[in-house]
C-alpha cells in the first residue's frame, strides 16, 4: 500500500494566512429600502425648493406661477411620508427601522467622543450621528404634516391656530433644510456610503473600519448559516 505521507521533509509548514479580500462586497441596502430613500429624497428636495420659492420674494418674482409653486408644495408635502409608511410592508426596511430607533450606551458614548472613528467604540449597522438624523428627521416630517394640514385646510382650526401653526412650520422647515444640507455634506464626503445606498452593497474593508459590529453580526449569521446546512 502506498504511502499518504509526503515524500522530503515532512516537518509541518505553517499555511499561509489569506488576507481578508478586500474587494469583496457586502449587502448593506435591499432594492426597497434604496427606493424608499430615492423617492423621499426627491420628494423632499421638491418641498425644499418650492418652499425657497414661496417664501424668498427675490426668487417668487421672477419664477411666477405661485399658485402652481405652492400646490406642488403642498401635494409632495403630503405625499413625504406615503414611501416610508409604504416601506413597512419590507422586512428589512422594518429591521433597520429597530436599528435606528434603538440607542445603546455604545451609541451614547459615540457621541460624547471626540475619536469615535478611532475604532475604540464598536459600530453596529447605523452608529449614533445617523441615528439622531433619522429621528429628528422623522419627528420634523410629523410636525411639517400636522402644521400643513392645519395651514392648507382653513376651516380645521381658528385663526390663531393657524398662525401658530404657520410659526411652528416655518422654523421646523428651516431647521429640516439644515438637517438635509448636512446629510449630503456628509455623503458626498464618502463616496462608499453613497455606493451603498445606490447599489445596495458596500466593501468589506469599509464595512469592517465604520461598521464592524454589523459586519459581525453578518459574518455570524452567514457561519450558522452554513453549519446548519446538512452535509449531502
Known amino acids: 500500500m502506498p504511502s499518504t505521507e509526503p515524500s522530503g521533509n515532512n516537518e509541518a509548514r505553517p499555511t499561509p494566512s489569506v488576507p481578508e479580500p478586500t474587494s469583496a462586497s457586502v449587502p448593506r441596502f435591499s432594492r ?27 426668487i417668487a418674482v421672477p419664477v ?19 414611501p416610508m409608511l409604504l416601506g413597512i410592508g419590507s422586512f428589512a426596511y422594518r429591521a433597520d427601522l429597530r436599528r435606528l430607533g434603538r440607542f445603546t450606551p455604545a451609541d451614547r458614548r459615540w457621541l460624547r467622543s471626540r475619536t469615535r472613528r ?30 400643513g394640514v ?3 385646510f382653513v376651516l380645521l382650526a381658528p385663526l390663531s391656530w393657524r398662525s401658530g401653526a404657520t410659526f411652528v412650520h416655518d422654523w421646523f422647515a428651516l431647521a429640516l433644510g439644515l438637517l438635509v444640507v448636512g446629510h449630503v455634506i456628509f ?5 462608499e456610503a453613497r455606493r451603498g445606498m445606490r447599489t445596495g452593497s458596500v466593501s ?19 457561519t450558522e448559516s452554513a453549519a446548519e446546512v446538512p452535509e449531502k
Open 204 to 222: 468589506r474593508s469599509w464595512a469592517r473600519t465604520e461598521h464592524e459590529g454589523w459586519l459581525h453580526d453578518l459574518e455570524n449569521a452567514a
Open 32 to 58: 426597497a429600502e434604496r427606493m424608499i430613500h430615492r423617492t423621499t429624497a426627491i420628494l423632499m428636495t421638491v418641498c425644499i425648493l418650492t418652499a425657497a420659492v414661496l417664501y424668498n420674494g427675490s
Open 118 to 147: 478611532d475604532g475604540t467604540i464598536t459600530v453596529g449597522k447605523f452608529n449614533a450621528g445617523q441615528k439622531l438624523n433619522a429621528s429628528l428627521v422623522s419627528g420634523s416630517i410629523l410636525v411639517l404634516l400636522g402644521t
Open 150 to 152: 392645519l395651514m392648507y
Open 64 to 82: 411666477g406661477h405661485r399658485h402652481l409653486i405652492e400646490l406642488i408644495h403642498v401635494y409632495c408635502g403630503f405625499a413625504l411620508p406615503v
Open 187 to 191: 455623503a458626498l464626503k464618502d463616496p
